[in-house]
């Protein structure tokens, strides 16, 4: 029932900008933190920064100062601004929730979008 769509992914050239969003949609209660990871070739998928519902974020090091998260609650929509981008941004970014269902709104899941890939040249 419960679907997390990313969209915005491209290709840019190093230092400059993209913004990729992700939409969840379906039979949703509540949503509580929401976050953007990703996945490069041959790496594990890493953390890239989450934000609760109350707009409390948190960020890998490696993108603090240059990628914003932000999220629009009333579209239950999460968005991910990235500045100054650099090769080695170049991943699959996925979206990922910890929401409840209307019909079980005291259990928490957790959910993935399919991926958004964003390629960053030098």
């Known amino acids: 029932q419960v679907r997390l769509m990313e969209s915005g992914g491209g290709l840019v050239q190093a230092g400059g900008s993209l913004r990729v969003s992700c939409a969840a949609s379906?039979?949703?209660?509540?949503?509580?933190?929401m976050g953007w990871y990703r996945q490069a070739p041959g790496k594990r998928r890493e953390l890239v920064a989450t934000?609760?519902?109350?707009?409390?974020?948190n960020y890998a090091d490696s993108v603090k100062g240059r990628f914003t998260i932000s999220r629009d609650n009333a579209k239950n929509t999460v968005y991910l601004q990235m500045n100054s981008l650099k090769p080695e941004d170049t991943a699959l970014y996925y979206c990922?929730?910890?929401?409840?269902?209307?019909?079980?709104?005291?259990?928490?899941?957790?959910?993935w979008g399919q991926g958004t890939q964003v390629t960053v040249s030098s």
């Open positions: 379906g039979s949703i209660g509540s949503i509580n933190i």
């Open positions: 990922n929730a910890d929401l409840t269902v209307i019909t079980s709104p005291f259990t928490w899941k957790n959910y």
């Open positions: 934000i609760t519902r109350g707009g409390f974020t």
